[in-house]
């Protein structure tokens, strides 16, 4: 699929095709854009629904040009929620068929084939489903930062065992990831001097508000460029 080709969209977002294009990284579809000779990447592991959605191409595209080779791999294998209100989608099911032990082992070979590319430097953006693969990841070394957005559920011993810098950005109104919950994350992530850490809070805003706001709510766009500036922001920093 070429960038000139559209797709089928999530509900309640507007088309885009993105600048980018479509090729198979360590066996899995994939979205990517920016500089291919670039040293320095970044992957960016969707929401459940999936690698498709226009604004997490968009973002993808806007990481991508401040000089970042960026890949979205479809983790999903061509199987994102399209309609979880439907009465005959079977949410359950659904996470039992797409863990996220099983996306974090998928991931792996995705960061393997970017430095066999050359690739020296790797940072990480994970939304809901996206983050809980990604604090699994960043208790590895195989990526050297990460940004933890409007997760689901994580753990403790995850933050724990944390090894990178690590930035979460929450939601006020999460039941996922209630912010309570995520300061304490971050108090948690503090205690470790030997790298960076911070947890920020956005206020009036629900999960999942990064890459599905609504382009007629002028309150949430703008946050929701704010978070997006944050995570590049820490790339930029820590992605060298």
């Not at 670039?38 to 226009?54: C, H, M, N, Q, T």
């Not at 912010?179 to 809070?201: C, R």
Request: overall charge negative; charged content about 25%; glycine content about 8%.
């Amino acid at each position: 699929m070429s960038s000139s080709q559209c797709f089928e969209n999530p509900p309640n977002l507007s088309s885009t095709c993105g600048a980018g294009h479509i090729e198979e990284l360590a066996g899995l579809k994939t979205y990517v854009t920016g500089p291919s000779d670039s040293k320095r990447a970044v992957l960016l592991i969707a929401d459940a629904f999936g690698y498709e959605a226009p604004k997490l191409r968009k973002l993808a595209d806007k990481i991508a040009s401040a000089g970042f080779l960026v890949v979205v791999p479809d983790f999903f294998y061509g199987d994102p929620i399209i309609d979880f209100t439907s009465p005959n989608f079977n949410l359950e099911a659904w996470f039992k068929n797409h863990g996220t032990d099983k996306g974090y082992e998928d991931a792996k070979p995705v960061i393997a084939a970017l430095k066999s590319k050359g690739v020296s430097a790797i940072g990480a953006a994970g939304f809901c489903w996206g983050g809980m693969v990604l604090v699994k990841l960043a208790g590895t070394e195989d990526i050297q930062a990460a940004v933890i957005l409007h997760p689901g559920p994580m753990t403790e011993d995850e933050i724990k065992a944390v090894k990178i810098p690590t930035a979460i950005l929450g939601a006020e109104i999460d039941h996922s990831s209630p912010p309570e919950q995520l300061k304490k994350f971050g108090e948690i992530m503090s205690a470790k001097t030997e790298f960076e850490s911070y947890v920020k809070i956005f206020p009036g805003v629900s999960h999942g508000w990064s890459v599905r706001y609504d382009d007629d709510n002028e309150f949430v766009v703008k946050s929701a460029e704010e978070a997006q500036e944050d995570t590049l922001n820490w790339f930029l920093k820590h992605v060298k």
